[in-house]
């Protein structure tokens, strides 16, 4: 279980790796309204929006600003010069932050001297940056789910006790269940799942959706990756191997139940047979604040549930049938090694090529599986089981991307199987 041993009373210096993100703005959200408590220190984005990132910059007067995209760097000056304009400036009566632009601009931001690094980036990009901020000693709040599952091993060998805090709900959530036991105690994780907006449709049902039902997300407001990935239970798979390598649990003591509500969050059950659930109303902030914070709450960073209102919780099970990507997720789990970086990479490749229009939904999964398949016959590519360096996971993540693109352009636009 993770334990950050930094005291409440320190102002701790943050980076925010995403800040333009979903996750990244309700970070600072939270910073903003606990100025006493937090200071932000260095921003990255991938650099689509230079004038939100330019307006946070000056806001949180950052010393660093990362880009991913180089060519952003002078859309970026510019946005800083308007923005210190709006805000009544006289020209250069302000001081601009350094800019790193380019791939590694984000693991360049995690080296900024700070107690912790957020990693909201999304996607497998968020490896080296994880790595980064790991080697720093700073404590790692960690959004960014996938560096954690392609990494596996090499991210947990690299991490000292306790450096990893998650953020992501369920796993905040069982992070605290688990201090009402000692491990030994456990017998299971529960995570929750929202079901999506297509909860209750068969396979068959799902065969003609869109990218905009599926962005649709009932209970959450997040990225379009996720939310579609909310969508095909294939995120909910990732957080199962999340959990597996955060708190040690094997897969078989890891359990999922659909809860279309999303105020339970995750539950964690003793060997007595009483379970711990931690209960909000849907609200990422405070599983942000508690990351920023951890060990130590922040107060009043979100709404309680109002108990004095009538409400009905339900739990359910797991269509597995209509939505494979679970236990997809978990076969890639249990394989280890780099495969879970092959499931990882296909899927974003899917997701991206369904949102452009490119891919049925119900290719996405297939797709996946396929080149899954592929991976198992290729000895090359799963490097015998083992991991052994950074490298050898994004070797894996290129080939699994290449090989989803070759699928991809033999698949028909509505309708059939993936062939590999």
Sequence with gaps: MPVVSAASADLRRIVVLGSTGSIGTQ???????NADRFRVVALAAGGSDPTLLAAQALEFEVAVVAVARSTAVQDLQLAFYAEAQRRGYQHGDFSLPKIFAGPDAAERAARTPCDVVLNALSGAVGLRPTMAAL??????????????I??????????????????????SALAQCLRGGRAEEVRRLVLTASG????????????????EQALAHPTWQMGPVVTTNSSTLVNKGLEVIEAHLLFGIDFDRIEVVVHPQSVVHSMVEFCDGSTLAQASPPDMRLAIGLALGWPDRVPDVAQPVDWAQSQQWDFEPVDHEAFPGLLLAVEAGRRGGVVPAVYNAANEVCVEAFLAGQLPYL??????AAVMAAAQE??????GGAVVSVDDVLAADRWARDRA???????????GA???
């Design 363 to 368: 290719a996405i999964v297939d797709t996946v």
């Design 150 to 171: 392609i990494g596996g091993q090499v991210v947990t060998s690299a991490a000292q006790p306790g450096q990893i805090v998650p953020v992501d709900s369920e796993h």
């Design 405 to 415: 693109s070759g699928v991809l352009e033999k698949q028909p636009t509505s309708g």
């Design 378 to 383: 290729s000895e090359d590519v799963l490097l």
């Design 135 to 148: 080697e720093t000693g700073a404590t790692l709040a960690l959004a960014n789910k996938e560096s954690l």
């Design 196 to 211: 999506g907006p297509f909860r209750g449709r068969t396979r068959g049902e799902l065969a003609d959706v869109t990218a």
């Design 27 to 33: 970070a600072l959200d939270v910073i903003r309204a």
């Design 418 to 420: 993936p062939q590999s």
